[in-house]
C-alpha cells in the first residue's frame, strides 16, 4: 500500500514508532519501510545495524521529560511502547508504576507531538479497557470503560489524556484496542499455549467449546495501523479491531494442533470441570483466560477505513505455528 502523504509533498511521509523493538514494534517498522516510508524506530537500547530504517535509542520513556527532539519534523507517530501486564510483579504500586509509563508517557509525547505540528498520532490500546469478559454481546466503542486491573486502568486513563489533547489541537489521534495480539515470534500466554499444542499428549482443553473469544494476527494489525495512516479522511476516534472471526479455546487447539502437525487423542473436560480445579489451587484468573469469552466487534473500524483483514485466522496461526517450528 502506498502512503497517503500529509504534508503535501513527494517526500517520504516520516514515522515515529516508539516500542520499535517488541513484537508488533518490529513487524510494523518492516512493514511501513517496505512501503517507502521513512520509518524512526524508537529503542530503549541500540539495536543491531538495521540500514531499512533510523534507529534511536533513548533508554527509558519515563525518564524522558521533553519529547520535542524526538517528534520534531514527524508526519506521523505511532506509540506501542508500554508497560504490559507483569506475571511477577515487582512495583510496590502497580497502579503508579503502569500509569507513569502508559499514561504520563503517551500525554507527554502527544502534548510534544501536537505542537511540533504531527498530522496524525496512532496509539496502540487494549480491550482491557473495556473488561475482562463478555457474555454473548462482543464489546463495542459505546461500552463504558470497565478496566480490572492496572494495566486496563493505566490504557483507559492514557486514552482520556489523548481525548483532551485530541479535543484541543489539530492533530488527529486514533486509538486501536486490540485483543491478543499472535503471529510469528508470538511470547507470553499465546507462546505457552504453542508450547503445549506442539506435542503428541492429550490436552483437557477440547471440552471449552461454548466460549468465544476474538483475537487479532501480527499481519493484521499492522495492515489496520497503515491503513489508518494513509487514510485520505481524518479517521480520529477510538476503535476496537480483531481478525473478524471468533473461535472457542477448543477450536484454538484444533487449529494449533493441526498447524503443528500434531494429532493426539481428545480428552474432553467441561468447562465447569475445569473452573473448579483451578479455583482450588488459586488459578481463577487463568481458567478464566481458557474458559471464558471475550469478543470484540471491529464492524466500525472496517467501515471508518473500509478495512479488510488480509489474513484469516488459519492463515494466522499457520504462520505463527510455521515460525515455531523453525525454532523447534
Known amino acids: 500500500m502506498t502512503p497517503t502523504l500529509t504534508n503535501g509533498t513527494k517526500s517520504p511521509m516520516r514515522i515515529l514508532v516508539t516500542g520499535a523493538g517488541g513484537f508488533v514494534g518490529d513487524a510494523l517498522c518492516r512493514r511501513l519501510s517496505a512501503s517507502g516510508c521513512h520509518v524512526v524506530g524508537i529503542f530503549r537500547e541500540q539495536p543491531a545495524a538495521r540500514d531499512w530504517m533510523e ?4 533508554g ?6 521533553d519529547f520535542s527532539s524526538v517528534v520534531d519534523g514527524m508526519d506521523v507517530v505511532i506509540h506501542l511502547a508500554a508497560r504490559v501486564h507483569m506475571m511477577r510483579e515487582t512495583a510496590t504500586d502497580p497502579d503508579i508504576a503502569f500509569r507513569q509509563a502508559n499514561r504520563d508517557v503517551t500525554q507527554r509525547l502527544a502534548e510534544a507531538a501536537s505542537k511540533a505540528g504531527v498530522a496524525r498520532f496512532v496509539f496502540l490500546s487494549s480491550v482491557k ?6 457474555s454473548g454481546v462482543a464489546f463495542s466503542e459505546r461500552d463504558a470503560p470497565a478496566p480490572e486491573d492496572a494495566y486496563g486502568r493505566s490504557k483507559r486513563d492514557a486514552e482520556d489524556a489523548l481525548q483532551k ?13 486490540v485483543p491478543l495480539v499472535y503471529g510469528p515470534s508470538v511470547r507470553a500466554n499465546f507462546a505457552a499455549l504453542l508450547r503445549i499444542c506442539d506435542t503428541f499428549l492429550p490436552l483437557p482443553l477440547d471440552g471449552i467449546t461454548n466460549n468465544r473469544r476474538s483475537l487479532l494476527f501480527l499481519g493484521n494489525l499492522t495492515h489496520a ?12 476516534g477510538t476503535f476496537l479491531l480483531s481478525d473478524g472471526e471468533d473461535m472457542s479455546t477448543a477450536e484454538l487447539v484444533g487449529h494449533l494442533r493441526y498447524s503443528l502437525n500434531r494429532h493426539a487423542p481428545r480428552l474432553v473436560i467441561p468447562a465447569s470441570v475445569l473452573e473448579s480445579m483451578a479455583a482450588l489451587v488459586g488459578k481463577q484468573a487463568a481458567a478464566q483466560r481458557l474458559c471464558g469469552s471475550l469478543q470484540v466487534d471491529s464492524t466500525a473500524f472496517r467501515q471508518a477505513f473500509g478495512w479488510i483483514p488480509p489474513f484469516s485466522p488459519a492463515q494466522g496461526i499457520a504462520a ?3 515460525a515455531h517450528c523453525a525454532t523447534r
Not at 479497557?129 to 463478555?134: A, F
Not at 495501523?225 to 480520529?236: L, Q
Open 60 to 65: 527509558d520513556l519515563t525518564q524522558v521529560r
Open 165 to 177: 489533547i485530541a479535543a484541543t489541537t489539530k492533530m488527529t489521534i486514533t486509538t486501536l484496542r
Open 129 to 134: 479497557v473495556n473488561g475482562e469478559q463478555t
Open 55 to 58: 534507529a534511536r535509542a533513548i
Open 225 to 236: 495501523i497503515e491503513a489508518v495512516i494513509s487514510a485520505a479522511a481524518a479517521g480520529g
Open 320 to 322: 505463527t505455528a510455521a
